[in-house]
């Protein structure tokens, strides 16, 4: 992989996190070598940060709907290809300790933190799915759904104090508090 495939954090680029993973994969195996390899079709201030999803029958997804159902075998080699991180959306809010002996998202975990390239997440909502990832898959990184609906300012603050999670997605109600977004020290902007 030559390095302008590498997928690295650069200052005043805006990092894009696409949808559909699984379900939007051939659309993906079109798009990704225009993408990388034509990059004159584009804003050279763009990039993809991650691609994100979960498979339609997944028990830890259900924060919002997915029909995704490409082998997640083939979604992973064509991330690695590009250096893209792929973020699994595990966003069920009712979530008990029974579910999370599911054998298809354990696979799924373990695949994605196995699978070499760029580093993959995990997008959740529920505070007992962060625990089990956290001590059973510490090479994956944590982002906090949006599915929580934090929509006072107060709460985002406090979600972003919290060392689990790299990413925080705010509530799209917060959008336009500019000045208190404004006022968030740099490393929780970045």
């Not at 973020?87 to 979530?95: G, V």
């Not at 799209?172 to 970045?190: A, G, H, I, T």
Request: charged share 25%; proline share 5%; glycine share 8%.
């Amino acid at each position: 992989m030559d390095d302008k495939i590498k997928n690295t954090s650069k200052p005043g680029v805006a990092y894009y996190h696409l949808p559909g993973l699984f379900e939007f994969y051939g659309l993906y195996r079109m798009f990704l070598p225009l993408f990388y390899h034509h990059r004159e079709y584009f804003y050279n201030w763009c990039a993809i940060g991650s691609i994100y999803g979960a498979l339609g029958d997944c028990i830890w997804g259900g924060g919002r709907t997915s029909f995704g159902v490409q082998d997640p075998e083939d979604v992973m080699d064509l991330m690695r290809e590009y250096g893209i991180s792929a973020r699994l959306t595990f966003s069920n809010s009712l979530l008990r300790e029974e579910h999370l002996a599911d054998i298809k998202c354990n696979a799924l975990c373990k695949l994605f933190e196995t699978s070499g390239g760029a580093q993959n997440g995990v997008i959740v909502h529920s505070d007992l799915l962060l625990r089990y990832l956290e001590s059973r898959y510490p090479g994956l990184y944590f982002v906090s759904s949006t599915t929580k609906v934090l929509t006072e300012f107060p709460q985002l603050q406090a979600e972003l104090n919290r060392d689990d999670f790299r990413y925080v997605v705010p509530d799209f109600r917060l959008n336009k508090e500019f000045e208190q977004l404004n006022n968030l020290p740099q490393p929780q902007k970045d």
